[in-house]
């Protein structure tokens, strides 16, 4: 991770959505996003075996089958054939589906964030299906360097003049905490720098559960998307290096692993909470809030279509809060 500073990318008090819906019409799931986060709506992956976080861009590898469980089936035979990144209406209806509601919104999309397995997960999945590790992540980081430039073209085809956010999902992070990975610390942050840096937008990690923070920051993304917990005192040199150098982070404050209740209140103590032991520990407050986007912990297809609204209206509450906090800090920094 160099010094360079990335710049203020985004005005405050902004909430988006992390991946899965619990949806298998892509039209409603397109809807809400749009009606609950329309300055940053996330693209939904719909709640279908083919649209898993990997499933749904290892089916651009000619070696790899995809079951109808969305588990990975290798053909040695076939490696190091040309990847195909198709967008189609088996794999990614969700993004489709969310470009033509878009198309005719009575707002303008003028932001949007989009979410593409990361390679080191893709890498970490393509191990477990019987690649070696070293043609795996070579592999790994083909295919989503190409998907990349693929959804750049197509958003900027679709939504002229759109701001994308890129987020690359790594789930597989919690390996690499655990000294448990396929390749080593050192690779692993090649890899999943090179694939950001095939990214000509802003770019975001999202690290989910326990996985290894300080790698992710290592690898350079806009934004590190983290869920709130207690564990992340730990990262403060990497949080105020990331803030620092202008990085946003992006708050899991919603929980998606319990009831979440229909009030903001509890949430929002528990992210203030975090927020004081970081400074306590050498973040600084102001840019705490002026660089924070609120989201849910994680995917949220496994919960009902209610419960998911839910936890988007509750993200957006957060963030409006986010930005009263940030406003009133200014003032009194003024003052």
């Known amino acids: 991770m160099s010094d360079v500073l990335h710049g203020g990318a985004f005005p405050a008090g902004l909430a988006t959505g992390i991946g899965s819906l619990p949806f298998t019409d892509a039209g409603a799931a397109a809807e809400l996003v749009l009606r609950a986060h329309p300055i940053l709506p996330a693209i939904p992956q719909l709640a279908t075996p083919r649209e898993g976080v990997v499933a749904q861009w290892a089916d651009a590898l000619p070696e790899i089958t995809i079951a109808p469980d969305g588990s990975l089936v290798l053909d040695p035979q ?42 080191l997960t893709l890498g970490t ?18 295919t ?15 939504l002229r003049g759109a701001r994308p956010l890129v987020f690359l999902d790594e789930p597989a992070l919690v390996l690499w905490k655990r000294e448990d990975a396929p390749i080593d610390r050192e690779d692993a942050i090649d890899v999943l720098s090179s694939a950001l840096a095939a990214c000509t937008v802003e770019t975001g990690v999202h690290v989910c559960g326990d996985g290894d923070v300080r790698l992710a920051f290592e690898a350079g993304p806009t934004v590190l998307g983290l869920p709130v917990s207690d564990a992340l005192v730990d990262d403060v040199g990497s949080l105020v290096r990331h803030l620092d150098a202008d990085g946003w982070i992006a708050w899991g404050a919603v929980p998606t692993d319990r009831p979440i209740g229909e009030s903001p209140d509890p949430l929002w103590r528990k992210l203030v909470g975090t927020w ?11 840019r705490l809030r002026s660089q924070a986007i609120i989201t849910p912990a994680c995917g949220l297809a496994t919960h009902g279509p209610t419960q998911a609204a839910r936890a988007l209206r509750l993200a957006s509450d957060m963030a409006e809060r986010v930005a009263a906090q940030r406003a009133a800090a200014r003032l009194t920094a003024g003052a």
């Open 276 to 286: 004081c032991e970081l400074t306590r520990r050498g973040c600084e407050p102001l």
């Open 125 to 142: 999945a393509l191990v477990r299906a019987g690649m070696a590790p070293p043609v795996a992540f070579e592999r790994a980081l083909e």
């Open 144 to 158: 989503v360097e190409s998907w990349l430039g693929a959804l750049e073209e197509l958003l900027a085809d679709r």
């Open 78 to 119: 076939r490696v190091g054939e040309p990847i195909d990144v198709s967008f189609t209406a088996k794999s990614h209806s969700g993004l489709l589906g969310f470009l033509d509601v878009a198309r005719i919104a009575p707002e303008p999309v003028t932001r949007v964030k989009a979410q593409v397995v990361g390679p």
